[in-house]
């Protein structure tokens, strides 16, 4: 249930999948990160970055998100795959 809450970075190419989930937050965070949201297929649907500190980030039709290092390159129309 932690998060990333008490890391002090994210590293390039790594994220952190949030299942069955379309909101997050960023309080006690220490650096910013980029919020995918995703649809049911793993489609990134917006790309938002989150700054510390903010209480919601959402995405009304995501049914997932993935937590990313700032500047990760996802665009709308990509799709994650799965392995």
């Known amino acids: 249930m932690r998060g990333l809450l008490g890391r002090t970075e994210l590293p390039a190419f790594t994220g952190m999948l949030l299942l069955d989930c379309h909101s997050i ?8 990160i980029d919020v ?18 903010r209480w919601w980030v959402r995405c009304a039709g995501a049914r997932h998100v993935l937590e990313a290092p700032t500047r990760s390159g996802l665009r709308p129309g990509d799709v994650l795959a799965r392995l």
């Open 25 to 32: 937050h960023t309080v006690r965070m220490r650096f910013p």
């Open 36 to 53: 995918v949201f995703l649809d049911r297929d793993l489609r990134v649907v917006h790309v938002r970055v989150a700054e510390p500190g």
